[in-house]
């Protein structure tokens, strides 16, 4: 593993806790190089600025379509535009998600400047905080002590996928986190960004389209984050890990491989490839369904979780969910 394509795009310190997920990402590497299969898989772990930019540019245009809409149509299209922006937020989370592994843009000073102005600081995320619990996840990956994102509870499971959904959607914690993110807890000078980043967008859509249009912006914004953007995370959240077996990397990640509406909603930019982005965390959005596509050829990998819907049948994801609880 002398190629830095090869390795995991978080810096784990030399200690025990982080010998098990090495020991499952070398083996991976074993079987691609012997497969054939390395020089792809390393070309695909390449960031693509501009595919990066476009899918951002997309997002962002949503936003303000969602945006102009109500402002044209008043009421009548709000539930419809709280859906797009809330949806959207999902969508630029998930690529903040790829600017933190780093795969974004290879230059990192300007990856850091595009993350802050097109995620970072208009969805209040510190990128230092973010990064660090992120890679903690990755690193102590199933454990209910270290692992940051480990909400799996067995004892949850017997009453079924709604209601493990719903406990999410009603859990005040993670609400506050959906809605708020890291502003209580961010530094002064990212607050400062934030705050910043704010007033400029705020000014220009009144100096613009007026002020009502900028308190339309805004007030559709907050109010997507607590009605569409945290119900998303919510189940994503859920779809990671929870219902299968803490202790192993494949054996407690969750795969989505498949492209559809729904899908777009829960996993825009492809991020329902959970258990893939455990095994290569530097793969950029756009490259997972190949390289998903590639390792389906390791009988590990392919003996995974993977969901081909959501709500329907056995190899749903709400079934996956609460499969073993079921059978026990």
Not at 33 to 57: C, K, T, V
Request: overall charge positive.
């Amino acid at each position: 593993m002398n190629n830095p394509a090869v390795q995991p795009s978080f810096s784990p310190e030399p200690q025990h806790e982080a010998s098990s997920v090495l020991h499952v990402i070398a083996d991976m590497w074993v079987f691609v190089r012997q497969a054939g299969l390395g020089q792809e898989l390393r070309a695909l772990h390449q960031p693509r600025l501009l595919r990066s930019l476009g899918a951002a540019a997309l997002d962002w245009a949503l936003i303000a379509a969602a945006t102009a809409a109500v402002v044209s149509f008043g009421w009548a299209v709000v539930p419809a535009s709280l859906l797009v922006v809330g949806n959207r937020q999902r969508a630029l989370g998930n690529l903040l998600h790829d600017a933190s592994h780093r795969s974004f843009d290879h230059n990192r000073d300007r990856s850091t400047l595009l993350a802050n102005l097109l995620f970072c600081w208009p969805l209040w995320v510190s990128m230092q905080i973010y990064r660090s619990e992120h890679n903690r996840h990755h690193k102590f990956l199933g454990d209910p002590a270290r692992d940051v994102d480990f909400i799996h509870d067995e004892k949850r499971l017997s009453r079924g996928w709604l209601s493990v959904w719903c406990d999410q959607i009603f859990s005040y914690q993670m609400f506050r986190v959906s809605v708020f993110s890291h502003l209580g807890r961010m530094p002064a000078t990212t607050r400062l960004a934030v705050a910043g980043w704010w007033a400029v967008v705020l000014a220009a859509i009144a100096l613009i389209s007026g002020g009502m249009d900028a308190l339309i912006f805004a007030a559709l914004w907050i109010a997507a984050r607590a009605l569409v953007f945290h119900p998303i995370t919510a189940f994503r959240e859920i779809s990671d890990h929870v219902g299968l077996i803490p202790g192993s990397m494949i054996g407690f990640s969750r795969n989505h491989p498949f492209s559809s509406l729904l899908g777009h909603l829960f996993h825009p930019h492809h991020n329902g490839y959970h258990l893939l982005h455990h095994l290569n965390p530097g793969l950029p959005f756009h490259a997972l369904p190949r390289a998903h596509a590639l390792l389906m050829r390791w009988p590990p990998y392919a003996q995974g979780e993977h969901c081909n819907t959501y709500f329907t049948g056995e190899q749903s994801a709400v079934r996956s969910w609460v499969r073993r609880c079921a059978q026990g």
